[in-house]
């Protein structure tokens, strides 16, 4: 089921976001995409009545970390490759709500309104920097585990304020119980990955 969807939306990752949306376990996900690449993702969205919403503005990514997907923004009809963000949702209030905080970079409502706990949202408003973009902390269970994201194995999509932050930690186990009734080959996929690399 991950496999099938993540050849719509480019990797497990996001196709295992969009899952949890279906089920309701989160509200309104935030996905990066090259042009090239939304026509199969918005004929998935209208198939299946969620809404999607892209930014009015690209951004060029400065390295291959697509994770935080900061980058400089530039207009649409820059001749540059760029990303754009899309807020996909079943309720399009959230969807338009998520573009228009990230439009005026309200960082904070966009993160709660994404399903982020207040914490990390916290630590993401007080250390996240030009400078300091990646806020991964090293991870001692598999749940707020991040180091292998780039292997496309992580199942939260924030940077959680401590390793052992009990809200993260929920919110991954929630996660976990979705993606069991609908694949359980990916949870045993993570699972082992993200064991293996807890300290
Ligand atoms: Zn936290």
């Known amino acids: 089921m991950i496999k099938k969807l993540s050849y719509i939306f480019g990797s497990k990752t996001h196709a295992q976001e969009i899952l949890f949306l279906l089920h309701d376990a989160k509200e309104v996900v935030r996905q990066g995409f090259y042009a090239e690449e939304l026509p199969k993702i918005e004929k998935f969205c209208r198939d299946f009545n969620l809404i999607i919403v892209k930014s009015k503005?690209?951004?060029?990514?400065?390295?291959?970390?697509?994770?935080?997907?900061?980058?400089?923004?530039?207009?649409?009809?820059?001749?540059?490759?760029g990303m754009y963000f899309v807020y996909i949702s079943k309720s399009e209030q959230k969807a338009c709500l998520a573009s228009y905080y990230e439009l005026i970079s309200n960082d904070r409502d966009l993160g709660i309104l994404l399903g982020f706990p207040c914490c990390c949202v916290d630590f993401f408003c007080q250390k996240f920097t030009v400078n300091k973009q990646n806020l991964e902390l090293p991870s001692t269970n598999p749940f707020t585990n991040l180091s292998k994201r780039a292997q496309d194995l992580v199942i939260l999509s924030h940077f959680p304020c401590r390793s052992d932050c009990q809200d993260s930690i929920n919110l991954a186990k929630r996660y976990l119980d979705v993606l069991m009734k609908v694949d359980s080959r990916r949870v045993e996929e993570l699972l082992k990955a993200l064991k293996d690399s807890a300290n």
């Open 57 to 81: 503005f690209k951004v060029l990514l400065a390295d291959a970390e697509a994770y935080s997907n900061k980058g400089i923004r530039v207009p649409e009809d820059d001749i540059r490759e």
